[in-house]
């Protein structure tokens, strides 16, 4: 099993629309979650932090489960600039060091046609 | 601020070549990392410095070396290139603060091994 699931998609919308993406981590023990966005053939960037109250900035509602070990971002009102590839990611301590790294994904690309 | 930069941005080895990715930033983080993504596997860690003179292990380090002399520089080495190597390397950086694990992408290197 992956430590960070996604549906692949690609989730194809119309302009307007509201679409929503759901991610399951496997590590219950997992503090901080985030969700990148990745536009074709460029680099991830930080979209947002998800937190446990769930947060919301402009269009782009995040939630968090921990119960269930789910992470959701809704978008509404999709705009032609919002097709990309969304990542899901979630910080892991490594056993042996204590590091914090991150856990990405493998993404979920949306398509919003006019 | 320029960010995270990488040099360079596409490169074609044959099998056996050796070279080195550079990655450099100017934001005084103190933590970096080397991922390389490949489609349908995500981002995965190759390895990761927590600081100047510092580097250790990722999920997959196995034909890869690292260094970093200085805080900004960050190095990537392959000393003898396999098919299985062709992949996109991202560099990121991050600040040592505490619960800060935002990570900031360079643009990325595209490597093919022939």
């Known amino acids: 099993r992956k430590e960070v699931e996604q549906d692949p998609g690609p989730f194809n919308v119309p302009e307007g629309a509201t679409v929503a993406f759901n991610c399951t981590y496997s590590?219950?023990?997992?503090?901080?979650f985030f969700w990148y966005r990745q536009d074709c053939r460029k680099e991830p960037k930080l979209l947002m932090s998800?937190?446990?109250s769930g947060n919301e900035d402009g269009r782009f509602t995040a939630q968090l489960n921990r119960a269930s070990q789910y992470i959701s971002l809704l978008i509404r009102d999709s705009k032609l600039s919002d097709s990309a590839t969304y990542l899901c990611v979630v910080n892991k301590r490594t056993s042996n060091t204590g590091f914090q790294k991150l856990v990405f994904g493998t993404g979920t690309r949306l398509l919003v046609s006019p | 601020n320029a960010g995270v930069t990488q040099t360079p941005k596409f490169r074609v080895l044959k099998t056996g070549q050796s070279m080195t990715l550079l990655c450099a930033q100017d934001m005084n983080h103190e933590y970096m990392y080397w991922y390389r993504q490949d489609p349908g596997m995500g981002l995965r860690l190759i390895h990761y410095s927590v600081g100047e003179g510092t580097t250790a292990k990722g999920e997959v380090p196995d034909g890869y070396n690292v260094s970093r002399l200085k805080k900004q520089n960050f190095l990537l080495g392959l000393e003898s290139a396999a098919p299985s190597q062709t992949s996109v390397y991202f560099c990121a950086s991050r600040s040592g603060r505490n619960f800060t694990y935002e990570q900031y992408f360079g643009p990325g290197t595209r490597l093919t091994v022939t």
């Open positions: 590590n219950s023990a997992s503090q901080s």
């Open positions: 998800v937190y446990s």
